[in-house]
């Protein structure tokens, strides 16, 4: 059974940092197309970071350029997401998401095959 475990979310005061993690059991991520995502009760799902096996561009939203930063650990078989300069509009839980063909999109979540579970993000003082 493929499964991506997300861990790393909690309580943190603005201007904190965390440091995601997203790691895969049952397959390799080496080959995998590898996105975060975000959402809450009120907006639909936001692209934060992907990153792309096929050209090696790693993309970031707006909202979050400067501030996130996505990076692997292949032998760990593991995807971080480090969250810098936090802000209360950051609270949301994030998943990340895994895309067998390679790509990575901020745009079509659809195109992700495998997701994790999800961790709350929450910037509150």
């Not at 993690?21 to 080959?31: A, E, I, K, M, P």
């Not at 792309?52 to 400067?66: F, N, P, Q």
Request: aromatic fraction near 10%.
């Amino acid at each position: 059974q493929l499964q991506l475990v997300e861990s790393g979310g909690g309580l943190v005061q603005p201007g904190g940092s965390l440091r995601l993690s997203c790691t895969g059991h049952g397959f390799t991520l080496d080959y995998y197309g590898i996105g975060w995502f975000r959402q809450t009760p009120e907006k639909e799902r936001e692209g934060v970071s992907c990153h792309s096996k096929d050209d090696g561009s790693i993309t970031y939203a707006d909202s979050v350029k400067g501030r996130f930063t996505l990076s692997r650990d292949y032998a760990k078989n593991t995807v971080y997401l480090q969250m810098d300069s936090l802000k209360p509009e950051d609270t949301a839980v994030y998943y990340c998401a895994a895309d067998a063909s390679g790509g990575g999109t901020l745009l079509r979540p659809n195109e992700y095959d495998v997701w994790g579970q999800g961790t709350q993000v929450t910037v509150s003082s």
